[in-house]
C-alpha cells in the first residue's frame, strides 16, 4: 500500500509542476461544522472499530503493530481526503 502511495505522487509530480501542485485547492469548500462533524465522528468510529481489530492481535508485537497502524494510518487518510 506505502508502495502504491509513492508511486501515484511520483505520477502526479512527474505529470505536473511543483507551482500547478501547491496551488491546487481542492475541488469544493467544506464549511466549519462539515470539517468538525467529520473529524469528531470518524474519531469515534475509530474507538468503536478498534476492540473489532485488535481480536486478531494473538501477541503484544501485533497489538502494537496494529495501533500504530492506526496512528499513522488514520491521519494520512484525513490528509489525503
Known amino acids: ?7 501515484t505522487v511520483y505520477l502526479a509530480v512527474q505529470q ?3 507551482p500547478d ?3 491546487w485547492s481542492g475541488a469544493a469548500e467544506h464549511a466549519l461544522g462539515q470539517t ?3 473529524l469528531i465522528g470518524s474519531s469515534i ?14 501477541t503484544r ?3 502494537l503493530l ?6 499513522l494510518g488514520f491521519p494520512l487518510i484525513l490528509i489525503c481526503c
Open 16 to 18: 505536473g509542476n511543483w
Open 21 to 23: 501542485i501547491y496551488a
Open 61 to 63: 508485537r501485533d497489538a
Open 66 to 71: 496494529a495501533v500504530s497502524g492506526l496512528a
Open 36 to 38: 468538525v462533524s467529520t
Open 45 to 58: 468510529m475509530m474507538i468503536v472499530l478498534a476492540p473489532n481489530w485488535m481480536r486478531f492481535a494473538r
Open 1 to 7: 500500500m506505502l508502495l502504491f502511495l509513492f508511486y
